[in-house]
């Protein structure tokens, strides 16, 4: 079985542009998360979506958002990107009914 | 919100020797789970333990819920051990599956 999906695995912008990052799940897994993280913050909550809905969102500005789709593949994006954006963003599954998380191996973003 | 506390925070040791890793949290949970980040930033589950003793080969992990800490053993340390172990807490209720607050990790290094 396929593991947690992320792409691109690198990502180089510059101050103002926006991103995408995307995401596919293990096959099965209904929940999606997502995780920013960075030497001085650790790892911290973005947001969460299950069946399309977002369920659960972390302490980050409006500039971040995302959306998962029909198949439970997810995308997250960042306009008007800060240098303070630059991190490694990770995306996590899980089962509805098991909620051990199984990461992707996260795009790595720097923002110039 | 729920404050996590690993410790020690670096640990260094030769190949064979045993160590315990250890993380506390200022709140009652009920989802705990043990993380491996290897030196090329992948995140790999090891235990989902909110209460209880588990083992994994040389791993083993144990959660006393009521007193608000988790133990991680790692037995005969190799090299490929590696890494930075996170212990994750979260609390399990709708919309929280995908929602854990990480502790700021402890960094192990392996000599050969």
């Known amino acids: 079985k396929a593991g947690v999906t992320q792409t691109p695995r690198y990502l180089i912008k510059t101050r103002g542009q926006q991103v995408t990052l995307s995401c596919s799940p293990i096959s099965g897994h209904r929940s999606v998360s997502w995780y920013q993280q960075t030497p001085g913050q650790g790892l911290q909550f973005l947001f969460e979506y299950f069946s399309e809905t977002q369920r659960n969102k972390g302490n980050f500005p409006g500039r971040f958002s995302g959306r998962q789709f029909s198949n439970s593949r997810s995308e997250m994006n960042v306009s008007t990107l800060e240098l303070g954006d630059s991190a490694l963003y990770l995306c996590?599954?899980?089962?509805?009914?098991?909620?051990?998380?199984?990461f992707g191996s996260g795009t790595q973003l720097s923002v110039l | 919100g729920i404050q996590v506390e690993q410790s020690p925070p670096d640990l260094i040791l030769q190949e064979g020797a045993n160590s315990t890793l250890r993380c506390n949290f200022s709140?009652?949970?009920?989802?705990l789970q043990w993380f491996h980040q290897n030196p090329w930033g992948q995140l790999i589950n090891l235990f989902y333990?909110?209460?209880g003793t588990k083992q994994n080969g040389r791993l083993s992990a144990t959660t006393v819920a009521t007193e608000r800490y988790s133990l991680l053993y790692i037995s005969s340390s190799q090299t490929t051990d590696s890494g930075v172990y996170f212990c994750a807490v979260g609390r399990r209720g709708s919309g929280n599956t995908g929602k854990l607050i990480f502790g700021q990790g402890t960094t192990l290094q392996v000599k050969p």
């Open positions: 333990i909110p209460s």
């Open positions: 709140d009652s949970v009920n989802n």
């Open positions: 996590a599954s899980s089962r509805e009914d098991r909620e051990q998380l199984f």
